[in-house]
């Protein structure tokens, strides 16, 4: 499917015949305005869709696997640590070489599902602390954690710089959580710091 879509975005007509698809000359217009056409992101946890974005994608977000599908396991939770990320991450780049790809070419981001912003340093400990006895896990491994970003607005900006050199993030899809005051905040006081 996404070659097929590459396809009718950067030729003027476009043929493939597959197991699932069957295209005989076809075409789209309007044409995107990028070329060769815009960048495809693609998404996921398992090494099935991360596979394929590294063959294919521009741009992958590396989502936390949490569970079966419709369900969040605090087991599954706990295993999403820094070092699974990156290990997830490295996976990436390791099939788009490959595949013939410079993964220098691939970026990269995560989804925070769990935005913290607190007034004192003491506040996000706590609360990464709670959520650590939660997950079995320290209140400092909680804050590296990819699916949380917790602490005053400079400790999340810090930690964001951290990540981008650490893992080479450079995007970020923040959850719902927390509410449009929680959105604006990270809009007005952290977003533009990083």
């Known amino acids: 499917a ?20 069957q295209l005989d000359n076809a075409l789209i217009v309007p044409t995107p305005v990028q070329r060769p056409h815009p960048p495809v992101m693609l998404g ?10 590294a063959r294919e994608a521009d741009h992958v977000n590396i989502i936390s696997d949490a569970g079966r599908a419709g369900t969040i ?6 295993k999403v640590t820094e070092d699974a990320f990156k290990a997830k991450i490295d996976f ?25 912003i607190t007034e004192t340093e003491a506040q996000g400990n706590e609360f990464a602390g709670g959520m650590g ?27 964001l710089k ?15 959580f927390g509410g449009p005051a929680l959105a604006e905040r990270f809009a007005r006081e952290i977003a533009p710091k990083v």
Do not use: N
Request: charged residues 20%; aromatic residues 8%.
């Open 162 to 176: 951290r990540r981008e050199r650490a893992w080479g993030t450079k995007h970020y899809i923040l959850s719902g």
């Open 2 to 21: 996404v070659r097929i879509i590459k396809g009718l975005w950067s030729e003027s007509r476009t043929t493939f015949h597959g197991e699932f698809y």
């Open 44 to 53: 996921g946890s398992g090494k099935g869709i991360l596979r394929i974005a």
């Open 92 to 116: 990436v780049r390791t099939e788009a070489s490959a595949a013939g790809r410079d993964p220098d070419a691939i970026t990269f981001s995560s989804t925070i599902f769990m935005p913290m």
């Open 73 to 78: 396991l605090m087991t599954e939770v706990a």
């Open 133 to 159: 006895g939660a997950f079995g896990l320290t209140a400092e491994q909680v804050k590296h954690m990819p699916m949380a970003l917790i602490g005053t607005p400079d400790e999340c900006v810090a930690e």
